[in-house]
Every structure is written in structure tokens, then in C-alpha cells.
């Protein structure tokens, strides 16, 4: 979906498909129908973005094909979506059965990291609409912690010198800039907006910058205007924003056969206490933990912000909550003002097949519903804040989509433009939770 910040800007604003196990281009395509599409009409949007996962094969294979990436825009375009931003985060497997610290390899030290990234480039380049201003790409900051020495950080700031030549080169062969967005997370040699400052310091910032993960902000403890104006002093542009919000437990102790319900064998789910915020180390292991059950064995002081992206719309149950006044004091941080402070910004709840039982949608229309109901959420937000839908593209994609119709939103149980939902059943578990999370009637407006 696209937005019109006061300042004239076109803010776009989609969701990252890396929630979807497919790695190959069949298995691509056939998520458009399957998810995309439904989404985009449920949303009664003429557009609706997708952040584009790429396992690193099925990048490699696009890159070395010009002809299938034209076929690839070509499906997007037939089904009013678009494409201005990838996530080149996970390097593949991403939806495996256990994936926990495999995320996090190869790292930025690694010649197959660069490699899958400029490949990420060159596709991006060509799926690109006509009037996009520029393309991002999302990547793992640097490496995972352990190990990390003096020679691992020049093998890397090499690679970053060779990534931003090779995005020149992109530049130069297609006339469309492509940047890289480096994105904080807890356990990373990058966590904090401080340590990003201060590592990715004297990088060629016309190509590389930051990718904001307001769920990571939150549990690094970081005050969202403080943070960004931190990043602003490094000259250090915010390339990306991924609008996701964090499981927090105001008191762990008191939550924590709650919390054990939570964890789960998928993903890590790096726990931080707020003391964390006050260190030098957000990873000092007096306030932090790698996963969540290790926090709960330590015992760590309260309150926890734990890395488990949960749905924007449907926090979780009392005595648990979500790190949603984050995400807000963040989004108004950067459209509050003359400039809109990132014109990508991208859903990434990954975790809908993780979530607990009862919250966890059961059949593809249930997940469906539920990244719709995110969306419209994420879009209440900013037109709160000032910005207006603006979802029609110029030039050749929109004559090649043709006409999509509005008058039909209702018969399909569609979210309106103003967030309302089609009235109509809502499948419930045995506790009364919606599937999914998803309660039609509560979408917001």
C-alpha cells in the first residue's frame, strides 16, 4: 500500500512474506495466490506491497535470469502487487523446523553473504515499479556475537566496502539505486542503535544504512526519538522500518506459566531486562538471555521484553502485553515531522506458526485474515498521524494490472479503507480467542 506523507512523500508500507516457507519460484507464485492476493482484497487496497523473502538459491537463480525476473514483476503486477523492498535477512530455511542461531549465518565476514546480497540487488533492480524512487534490502547486522574479534570486523567492514561497489555497479547497469539497511537485534554484534553508530561508522551511506525493527528497539530498552536521533548524529539514514511489536511481562516472575507457553523450538527468542538499557553490553547476561526459557531459568530481574514478534492488532492476554506504546512513539518519531523519516516500512510478524495454540491460525484463509488485520492496523496508525492512502501507481504497471474492483469488498468479508471489517462469523477456539488473532469486528478503523 502506498502513502502520501505531508511533505509529498510516498511512504510504502507492505508485509514480508519470510513468514512463508517457499524457496523456490513455484513455490513464490503460488503464495502470491495463496496469501498476497487475498490480503490485498481483504484490505480493499489497489495495491498492496510485499517485502519479498529470497532464500539465497532462488535469488541466485533470478539474478543470473533476466527473463525470470520479467515473468516475476509481471505476476506481481497482474495482481496489484509490488515490490520495493526485500528482506536479506535469512539466508534460507528460514520456516525449518529449528532454525534458532542457523539465522545468522553466513555472516557479513563470508563471501556467500555478499554474493546472496548483491544478488538480492540485481533483482530487486528489475522488480522495482517504474516509479519507485529506490529500492531497500534488510540484512542480519554483521554477525551473531560469538565469536567476534579484530579480524572478523575487518573481514566485514571489507565486505561492506565490496557490497556498496557492487551496488554503484547495479546503479550504473540499471539506473535504479538499491540500499542495504544493517537491522539491530538482540544477541547481534549490532543490538542497539549505539553500537550501530559507532560499527557501521565511515560506511558509504548513500548505499548503506539502518533497518529499524521497532520489536528489536523495544527490547533493547531504547526510547524510540532518542534512538533515531542517534542514528541522525551518525549520519547513519534509517533505509527501512519493520513495524512489528515485541512480547513484553511487566512482571516475569508473576508470568511465568504464561511466559512458558511462549517458548517454543522454531526461533530464539532473545529475552532483555530493562536494566539491559543502562550497560554498555545489552547482552550482559545479568539482564540478558539468548532464548526465553534460559531467562526463565535465570530468573532474570523484571520487567523482560522478549524478541518474539507478536501481532499488532491482538496482544497477547493479561498478564503479558505487547511493546505497541514503542512501535507508536516510534512511528511518530519519524512522520510527525516536515520529512517523512523512512519511506519503506514493512509488517514482519514471522511468527504465526509458533504462536501458542490457541492463537495460532489454523488454515491458510486464518493466516490471511491475520496479516490483513495487521495491515489495516499498521495503516490506521499513519493515517493517524497524518499521512493519507494514496494507493494508485503512474505509468505502465498500472496499465498492465488493469482495473481492480472495489464493489465486491463486502461480499468477500473485506477490511475497508477506513479499517472497518464486512460483518460475518468469526471461528473461535474453545477459550473464545479468535483463530489466528484475527476478530473481524476489531479491526481498527
Known amino acids: 500500500m502506498r502513502l502520501r506523507h505531508s511533505s509529498g512523500e510516498t511512504v510504502h508500507l507492505g508485509y514480508c512474506t519470510n513468514v512463508h516457507p517457499a524457496e523456490d519460484l513455484a513455490g513464490i507464485r503460488a503464495q502470491l495466490d495463496t496469501y498476497a492476493v487475498p490480503v490485498r482484497e481483504a484490505l480493499d487496497a489497489e495495491l498492496l506491497g510485499l517485502g519479498l523473502w529470497l532464500a539465497a538459491p532462488v535469488a541466485a537463480e533470478l539474478a543470473a535470469d533476466a527473463s525470470a525476473r520479467r515473468r516475476l514483476r509481471a505476476d506481481l503486477t497482474a495482481r496489484g502487487l509490488e515490490v520495493v523492498t526485500l528482506n536479506g535477512f535469512p539466508y534460507a530455511a528460514f520456516q525449518a523446523p529449528v532454525?534458532?542461531?542457523?539465522?545468522?549465518?553466513?555472516d557479513w565476514t563470508t563471501p556467500q553473504r555478499l554474493?546472496?546480497?548483491?544478488?538480492?540487488?540485481?533483482?530487486?533492480?528489475?522488480?522495482?515499479?517504474?516509479?519507485?524512487?529506490?529500492?531497500?534490502?534488510?540484512?542480519?547486522?554483521?554477525?551473531?556475537?560469538?565469536?567476534w574479534d579484530a579480524a572478523r570486523a575487518d573481514a566485514a567492514r571489507r565486505r561492506l566496502d565490496e557490497l556498496a561497489a557492487g551496488l554503484a555497479d547495479v546503479e550504473r547497469d540499471t539506473g535504479r539505486r538499491i540500499r542495504v539497511a544493517f537491522e539491530?537485534?538482540?544477541g547481534c554484534v549490532v543490538e542497539s542503535t549505539g553500537q550501530a553508530a559507532g560499527l557501521l561508522?565511515?560506511?558509504?551511506?548513500?548505499?548503506?544504512?539502518?533497518?529499524?525493527?521497532?520489536?528489536?528497539?523495544?527490547?533493547?530498552?531504547?526510547?524510540?526519538?532518542?534512538?533515531l536521533a542517534r542514528l541522525r548524529?551518525?549520519?547513519?539514514?534509517?533505509?527501512?522500518?519493520?513495524?512489528s511489536a515485541a512480547l513484553e511481562a511487566p512482571d516475569p516472575g508473576g508470568a511465568a506459566d504464561a511466559l512458558r507457553r511462549w517458548v517454543e523450538p522454531r526461533f530464539l527468542h532473545q529475552t532483555r531486562a530493562a536494566g539491559c538499557a543502562g550497560g554498555a553490553d545489552p547482552a550482559d547476561p545479568a539482564y540478558a538471555a539468548d532464548d526465553l526459557d534460559a531467562a526463565l531459568d535465570a530468573e532474570l530481574p523484571g520487567p523482560w521484553r522478549v524478541h518474539y514478534h507478536v501481532p499488532l492488532h491482538a496482544p497477547p492476554e493479561e498478564p503479558l502485553r505487547s511493546t505497541l506504546p514503542v512501535l507508536r512513539a516510534a512511528l511518530a518519531a519519524l512522520y510527525e515531522g516536515p520529512d517523512a523519516g523512512c519511506d519503506h516500512l514493512d509488517v514482519e510478524t514471522y511468527t504465526w506458526g509458533v504462536l501458542p495454540e490457541a492463537r495460532r491460525p489454523r488454515t491458510d484463509a486464518e493466516l490471511a485474515r491475520g496479516i490483513a488485520a495487521e495491515l489495516a492496523f499498521a495503516r490506521a496508525e499513519l493515517v493517524a498521524l497524518g499521512l493519507a492512502p494514496g494507493d494508485r501507481r503512474d505509468g505502465a504497471d498500472?496499465?498492465?494490472r488493469g482495473g481492480v474492483g472495489r464493489d465486491d469488498t463486502a461480499a468477500r468479508g473485506g477490511v475497508g479503507r477506513d479499517g472497518t471489517a464486512a460483518p460475518g462469523g468469526v471461528e473461535r477456539d474453545e477459550s473464545g480467542t479468535p483463530r489466528g488473532g484475527v476478530e473481524r469486528s476489531e479491526v481498527p478503523a
Open 201 to 227: 561508522s565511515g560506511v558509504d551511506t548513500d548505499r548503506l544504512g539502518v533497518c529499524v525493527d521497532l520489536a528489536h528497539l523495544a527490547c533493547a530498552w531504547e526510547q524510540p526519538a532518542e534512538a
Open 184 to 186: 539491530p537485534e538482540p
Open 115 to 147: 554474493a546472496y546480497t548483491l544478488d538480492l540487488a540485481r533483482v530487486l533492480a528489475d522488480l522495482l515499479p517504474d516509479d519507485a524512487a529506490r529500492g531497500s534490502i534488510s540484512t542480519l547486522p554483521l554477525a551473531w556475537r560469538h565469536p
Open 398 to 400: 498500472a496499465q498492465a
Open 99 to 106: 532454525v534458532k542461531g542457523d539465522v545468522y549465518h553466513p
Open 233 to 243: 548524529a551518525a549520519g547513519l539514514p534509517v533505509v527501512k522500518v519493520q513495524v
